[in-house]
């Protein structure tokens, strides 16, 4: 009866050993996977930050150009004024120059 206990105490022993590394080769299996899975959310995050800064980027560009248009736009307005305004004071600083002139030109 006694090696009949010991052949059962054996055989459980197998046992658990065999079922010790069917749970270590799960384990190492889901750490496999979870990095796997892991990895691949990284990617895909870089991706979308990648593709979401490019897309601010862009809208800041555009944002950009559009800022940089009204500013040349309302330049090119003012200096247009301001060269309006110094033709028609040209024409009567000449006029002013004229008289000054011809002035002098009678006191001579």
């Known amino acids: 009866m ?4 010991i052949k059962v105490i054996k055989e459980a022993e197998e046992k658990a050993e ?3 590394k069917e749970a270590t080769q799960q384990s190492k299996q889901i ?3 979870a990095n796997a899975a892991a990895n691949r959310i990284l990617d895909e995050a ?3 930050a990648e593709s979401k800064s490019t897309e601010i980027l862009k809208a800041a560009e555009s944002e950009g150009q559009i800022l940089y248009d009204g500013i040349i736009n309302d330049a090119s307005k003012e200096c247009e004024n301001i060269l309006s305004n110094a ?3 040209m024409d009567n600083a000449a006029s002013i120059i004229l008289e000054r002139i011809v002035k002098v030109g009678v006191n001579s």
Do not use: P, Q, T
């Open 2 to 5: 006694s090696i009949e206990i």
């Open 18 to 20: 065999l079922i010790k």
């Open 31 to 33: 750490i496999a996977d």
């Open 46 to 48: 870089r991706e979308f």
């Open 87 to 89: 033709e028609g004071k």
